[in-house]
């Protein structure tokens, strides 16, 4: 299938929906296979959050007092990230070379699949290692996707749809929390097996998906320059280098910094949260003498206001990058992220409020996201994209998995306080904003070839 090309212009929209009427019906299948994807997974990914209270109380027996569960589950967070970056900085690689729509296949059945097997665990051990795994594949499903979606949205409207696309993520908690709601009365197990089925869905609407003409330009000059053996240009041997090193050469290494600077402050302000926020809201309806399926219900309906605001703030990222700035735009969202953030954990010591502050603080913590998948593929050229991604994006991950397990610890000097835990990370938030306070701007630049 040949793939319409994107004009390339900078005409400012003279209504504001004209753009829409402009994105071609391959980009909006692209758009559909990343975004089903990217719900999927953040779906599968954060189902372990709903219920890991429940499952280690189960599996730990006895030994499931509070300070335990921070210990064990910190370890399973944190195995679950790790994997989440390796499968990130693999993958990445695999697709710069093999392609990126045959990459996303497999990352989907992978998270699949080991979704569903940590519902069968029967000890933390074995918890930890099909978390691990399915991670591996959750963490390759977007890396590959947000390349390809950039690639093959070349023209002015990329921000914009890859924005939308972003709210993938927070559709993804959506219905999370509505399977928690559904399946957490009939246990646990149930939780992670509907996980399963939904993947296959995206195997459908791959067929006949094309690769985007920047990443199969960049396969043919790949052929020509090995075909031309001894003769081979100075740029073309450049071109021939290991993909991994190239990120680390004169051109490029600064935007590698930056880059993996932003990941890395996003990262760390939201997993910790993504982990405990259910739990924290747990042990709070516990003072509050609500237990059981009413708190179950309260704690799904909470997170799932979150999810609204994070919809929101994906969905606004890419409108307001084109009007102020990439930069301007992504320290707007760690403001947000901090004031609101820092309010809710350190400021609040009753239910009552988390209603109407979790959609703002999901508006922020989740929007800025939008900034991985606008920001830094506008960084680095198409045969380097996925691999710098899955760097900045995978070192993070890396870094970021030690988050819930520092905050777990933190848990005990904090007197069971997990608020003031996650509180402390939220405030690596910070470190974003210096990324782009030395970041360069690339709102009106064209997409690097």
């Known amino acids: 299938m040949k793939q319409p090309s994107a004009a390339e212009t900078t005409t400012v929209d003279a ?20 975004w089903l994807g990217w719900i999927l997974d953040s779906s599968d990914f954060g189902l372990f959050s709903f219920v890991l209270r429940p499952a280690l109380s189960e599996l730990l027996g006895s030994h499931a007092n509070l300070a335990e569960l921070g210990r064990i589950g910190g370890l399973l967070s944190m195995v679950g990230l790790l994997g989440w970056a ?22 989907i059945l992978i998270f699949s699949v080991f979704t569903g097997l940590q519902g069968l665990a029967q ?28 690639e093959a949205l070349s023209g002015p409207h990329r921000a914009k749809v890859t924005g939308i696309m972003m709210t993938g993520g927070a559709f ?17 197990r149930y939780v992670f097996a509907a996980g399963i089925a939904p993947a296959l869905l995206l195997f459908l609407l791959r067929r006949g998906v094309a690769e985007p003409e920047s990443f199969a330009a960049v ?19 450049e071109f021939l280098r290991f993909v991994p090193m190239q990120l680390f050469g004169r051109k490029l290494i600064f935007n590698t910094i930056t880059g993996l600077m932003f990941c890395l402050g996003t990262l760390l302000s939201i997993w910790t949260s993504l982990i405990w926020l259910p739990t924290i809201q747990s042990l709070m309806l516990e003072k509050e003498a609500i237990y059981g399926a009413e708190s179950i219900a309260i704690v799904s309906h909470n997170m799932q206001l979150w999810s609204i605001g994070g919809i929101l703030g994906y969905a606004t990222f890419g409108f ?9 735009t992504i320290a707007l969202y760690n403001l947000g992220t901090l004031t609101v953030g820092l309010y809710l954990y350190f400021g609040v010591d009753h239910h009552a409020l988390y209603p109407y502050l979790l959609p703002l603080f999901g508006y922020f913590v989740w929007g800025v996201f939008s900034g991985h998948a606008i920001y830094v593929p506008e960084l680095f050229p198409t045969h380097v994209r996925a691999t710098a991604l899955s760097f900045c994006n995978g070192t993070g991950r890396i870094i970021t998995s030690f988050g819930p397990l520092v905050a777990g610890l933190l848990v005990a000097p904090f007197g069971g306080n997990f608020s003031k835990a996650a509180g402390v990370m939220t405030c690596f938030a910070l470190l974003s904003l210096l990324a782009v306070t030395i970041g360069r ?3 009106d630049d064209a997409l690097p070839q």
């Open 320 to 328: 307001i990058a084109d009007r102020i700035g990439r930069r301007a």
């Open 172 to 188: 993804g908690s959506l219905l999370g929390a509505s399977m928690y709601g559904l399946l957490a009365p009939l246990g646990w």
């Open 441 to 443: 701007e690339t709102r």
């Open 219 to 237: 396969q043919a000059r790949r052929s020509r320059a090995r075909l031309a053996g001894g003769s081979v240009s100075d740029a073309d041997r």
């Open 123 to 150: 000890t933390p051990l074995q918890l930890g290692v099909f978390r691990f795994l399915a991670g591996v594949g959750a963490g390759a499903e977007i890396i590959v996707g947000i390349p390809l979606l950039a």
């Open 86 to 107: 390796i499968g990130g900085f693999v993958f990445g690689i695999v697709a710069d070379y093999a392609g990126r729509l045959r990459t996303l296949a497999i990352s």
């Open 15 to 34: 209504r504001p929906l004209d753009w829409v009427r402009e994105i071609t019906p391959y980009q909006w299948r692209i758009f559909a296979v990343v």
